[in-house]
């Protein structure tokens, strides 16, 4: 059983439109993260959020954390290829170590 | 600063072979990480290092996986026999400090045929 749900599992989008990957558990973290992987490489940190409700941007993309701190969203506005990538969320319980959830594959067609 | 590095980056063996995996963090992170990645799907974590002392072993299949971080620096994790499943892309990760984000390696992706 995974700890962190992430949707939708795949998504191939045309690129300049806009999506949400939405990331859900039924547990309370502390804080939680995203991360993009392209192939080959290691995911690479994009945001930590710490605080219920927070919301932060970096560039086109938007992060938000729930108000119950048991969900996430990732809404990325006008989409390029280079956007293109698995995204994924990581939260963790006591601050300890982070658990990943179970991805999102972004495909961005020029 | 340099990255973590992992070797190698790609390993092909015949089931019932052994393997091992080296990670070099990135100096003074203190925490280091082995990840478990199928493709397509999130990293599982396999083991927990604080410097050179176990944190978190309990997702490791002890009886064909172990990790040693000798020194609290360089980290290798062997896998003997290996399995088909054991299949996988292997993340090593290193943080300054527990909680923190991760910078991760490229991996290694092993291949058991």
């Known amino acids: 059983t995974q700890l962190l749900e992430q949707s939708p599992q795949f998504l191939s989008i045309q690129e300049g439109e806009n999506l949400t990957v939405y990331c859900n558990s039924s547990?309370?973290?502390?804080?939680l993260q995203w991360y993009r992987q392209e192939p080959g490489e290691g995911p690479v940190l994009l945001v930590t959020?710490?605080?219920?409700?927070e919301v932060k941007k970096l560039k086109r993309l938007t992060f938000q954390f729930g108000d119950a701190r048991k969900d996430s969203s990732l809404h990325i506005t006008a989409a390029q290829p280079g956007d293109t990538g698995l995204y994924l969320c990581?939260?963790?319980?006591?601050?300890?170590?982070?658990?990943f959830g179970t991805g999102t594959s972004l495909t961005v067609i020029p | 600063e340099a990255g973590v590095a992992q070797s190698p980056r790609y390993k092909i063996i015949e089931k019932r072979q052994s393997v091992a995996f080296w990670c070099n963090p990135i100096?003074?992170?203190?925490?280091l990480y082995w990840y478990q990645q199928i493709l397509g799907q999130g990293p599982k974590l396999l083991i927990q290092?604080?410097?050179?002392?176990?944190?978190?072993d309990s997702q490791l299949p002890k009886d064909r996986f172990s990790a040693e971080r000798l020194k609290g620096v360089d980290s290798t994790l062997k896998i003997q026999p290996a399995k088909l499943e054991d299949s996988a892309v292997y993340l090593c990760?290193?943080?300054?400090?527990?909680?923190?984000?991760?910078?991760f390696g490229s991996g290694t992706r092993l291949t058991v045929v």
């Open positions: 990760a290193s943080s300054a400090d527990r909680g923190r984000g991760y910078t």
């Open positions: 547990s309370v973290f502390s804080s």
């Open positions: 959020v710490v605080t219920g409700g």
């Open positions: 990581a939260g963790s319980l006591t601050g300890n170590q982070f658990y």
């Open positions: 100096s003074g992170h203190a925490t």
């Open positions: 290092f604080q410097n050179n002392g176990v944190v978190d």
